[in-house]
């Protein structure tokens, strides 16, 4: 690899593959340390197309959930299957992956334009800007910067938009699935906002059980399915849809209303 060779958004591969390697050995004794991460169907990751391929999960932190799928992805190419055992598998990281990002917290501050540069593709929320609803358009170029990530490697992104469980899927995620008919993985998580904060930077609680589950790739009929039946498909495989409440304990959906109130800002 040249010392300047660049990926499509114009960042230089050099200086993104040791930021990958130094937040892999930074973060590396979140998930197998202080925490635990049980990971369940990663073998599927290896077998996988070397471009357009999209994960959709949902989302517990802003970062810790994708740093996670970061270890998990590297861990499975090199060989290692539903483990992250030896964080020597960070050393040589695939480079083109990229992932989903709200612009607004991306710009935040320095540490998370540091972390922008390892593979966010910062989009703006069409519903919400700066702790407040609002209501705007599509900026087209982000679906066409999701577009230009799709067709040099894997993306990762959280359809909901939000932290919050059990809110809708956003239809722009089935706009870009019609659009570019990448391959589509669901991957369920849990144990990530008891472990970390809202941001998943700081550790807020030691000896949780972080899980993981990488699900085989979801049945697309990208010419004849609507937008609301991927919407709907994508709910059932991620496991956000409404109807999964009523097999969740009612003291488990009363913490996590807790939880949430103490998340906002």
């Known amino acids: 690899m040249g010392l300047f ?3 499509p958004f114009g960042h230089f ?4 593959k040791w930021l990958i390697r130094i937040f892999g050995l930074l973060s590396h004794r979140r998930y197998r340390g202080y925490n635990e991460l049980s990971i369940e169907g990663s073998d599927i990751i290896k077998n996988l197309p070397d471009n357009n391929v999209l994960f959709v999960s949902n989302h517990q932190t802003y970062f ?3 740093t996670a799928m970061f ?32 612009k607004e917290t991306m710009n935040a501050g320095l540490i998370y334009r540091i972390m922008a540069y390892a593979g966010a593709v910062s989009v703006e929320r069409t519903w919400r800007a700066k702790g407040e609803e609002v209501e705007r358009k599509v900026n ?5 910067n999701i577009g230009m990530a799709l067709e040099d490697g894997w993306v990762i992104t959280f359809p909901q938009g939000t932290t919050k469980p059990f809110k809708p ?3 722009g995620t089935a706009h870009i699935i019609k659009q570019y008919k990448p391959i589509v993985i669901p991957i369920v998580i849990d144990g990530f906002r008891r472990s ?12 949780i059980l972080q899980t993981m589950q990488v699900k085989e790739p979801l049945e697309i009929d990208y010419e004849n399915e609507s937008i609301e039946d991927i919407v709907n ?16 304990p009612s003291e488990a959906i009363k913490e996590m209303e807790e939880l949430n109130k103490k998340r906002e800002y």
């Open 5 to 7: 060779k660049r990926n």
């Open 13 to 16: 591969l050099f200086l993104k």
């Open 64 to 66: 810790a959930d994708v």
């Open 71 to 102: 270890h998990v992805f590297n861990a499975s190419l090199s060989g290692r299957v539903d483990s992250i055992k030896n964080v020597g598998y960070i050393w040589q990281p695939k480079l083109n992956i990229y992932y989903v990002a709200a």
């Open 140 to 144: 087209p170029d982000d679906t066409k």
């Open 169 to 171: 899927i956003r239809k």
């Open 196 to 207: 970390f904060d809202k941001k998943g930077i700081r550790i807020k609680k030691r000896g």
């Open 233 to 248: 498909k994508l709910e059932y495989a991620i496991e956000q849809h409404s109807s999964f409440l009523k097999v969740i």
